[in-house]
């Protein structure tokens, strides 16, 4: 596993990661969350051995990043922000290079680049200089190269920066096929990200972990977490409002949308764990409405974030 033990970096007078602590074992994929400056991409370099902590350390499958450095990030796979690559060599040329940085040579390192170019979808344009493409294609030349070794840990810093639908989904469905043998974290800012692709999420803020926790759990802090939003059609009036919130188990009631033969209402329960929708269900169809639609909320990832990370 990634063993990150109080990580601390100060530059100067400026505090940038504070006394960080967590654990990332293979079979799990651990979203890396927090606004802009956090302190998220500080803490990937310093768990890849980028930068050096001021206190703390790193252990990775049972090396040391500081004492053990070149055994450690012989295991690690980095894709760092900004897909730095060497614009003027072409992309077969660019992963030739790193595929010798990591020890391959002969058959075995061309019979690496060609099943990287494959997977990572570079076939076409494996022959161009990497400074005639895309923001996407670069993106992806950078993460060709962290797993081009097969590494047990990967380290990717927003991975799916630049890419178009189509790219973000290819990407997200190599992370979790390779997610079954390694131990991966990645940055993102995409939320929808976290619930399709994480097992688990850490979220940060000025530099501290702020929560630590399954996509799911971190959705059950929202405050729309088990309300249920209803539509009715006919002729609706306030007392169908009233009506709800008298019921057992029903904390309150609001409405969200309304016009003349139409109504939205969000109902809280007092407990999002003990369900009232069936109630809800029932008091609106003795009322004589039409039930349009109903769903019970899981919780908004946005939401949750913004508090987290505001304090509010």
Known sequence: M??????????????AVNNISFCAGKGEIM????PNGAGKSTTMRMITGFFPPTSG?????????????????????????????????????YLDFCAEIRGFAGVAKRQ??????????????????????????????????SILH????????????????????EVRLMIREMSTTKAII??????DEVDSVCSRAIIIADGKVVADDTPEGLRRR?????????????????????QIAQLDGVASV???????????????????????????????????????????EQGRLDDVFRDITTGN
Do not use: W
């Open 2 to 15: 990634i063993e990150v033990k109080n990580l601390t970096k100060q530059f100067g007078n400026h505090l």
């Open 31 to 34: 979203g890396f969350l927090g």
């Open 57 to 93: 350390t790193v252990v990775v499958g049972g090396s040391d990043i500081l004492t053990q450095s070149i055994a450690a990030r012989r295991m690690i796979g980095y894709l760092p922000e900004n897909a730095p690559v060497y614009p003027d060599m072409t992309v077969n040329r």
């Open 112 to 145: 690496r680049v060609g099943e990287t170019v494959e997977r990572c979808f570079l076939s076409t344009v494996r022959h161009q200089p990497v400074n005639t493409l895309s923001k996407g294609y670069k993106q992806r030349v950078c993460f060709a190269q």
């Open 150 to 169: 097969d590494p047990e840990y990967l380290i990717l810093d927003e991975p799916t920066d630049g890419l178009d639908p189509n790219q973000k989904h």
């Open 186 to 191: 990645f940055s993102t800012h995409i939320l």
């Open 222 to 242: 929202s405050a729309f977490h088990g309300s249920v939003v209803l539509t009715v059609t006919g002729e609706v009036s306030d007392g169908l409002q009233k």
């Open 254 to 296: 609001s409405v969200v949308e309304s016009d003349d033969d139409r109504r939205t209402l969000r109902v809280f329960p007092e407990n999002p764990a003990v369900p009232v929708a069936d109630r809800v269900i029932a008091s609106a169809s003795r009322g004589g409405f039409g039930i349009a639609s109903v769903f019970i």
